[in-house]
């Protein structure tokens, strides 16, 4: 019998529990203001223009702190791909 990698095993499933380890100790990497931005657009669907918005700071701040914060994100993870 096969499994692929979406299958639950108890392998893939410690294998998933230490990705999620690192990725939210690389999500620690970034600054709260970061943090912020990252989590209302990705995980609750904020544009960027709702963002500036919600924080009242113009958008081109928004863009270049996620920016900088994808990039940091990208370096503490690109060891996982």
Do not use: W
């Not at 299958?7 to 690389?26: E, F, G, L, R, W």
């Amino acid at each position: 019998m096969e499994t692929d990698s979406t299958t639950s095993t108890p392998k893939n499933n410690v294998s998933m529990s230490a990705d999620q380890a690192v990725i939210a100790c690389a999500f620690q990497s970034i600054n709260q203001k970061q943090k912020d931005l990252i989590e209302l657009a990705y995980f609750r669907g904020y544009s960027q223009y709702e963002l500036a918005g919600h924080f009242n700071i113009p958008l081109e701040t928004v863009k270049s702190r996620m920016r900088a914060a994808m990039l940091l994100l990208r370096d503490s993870l690109k060891h996982l791909s």
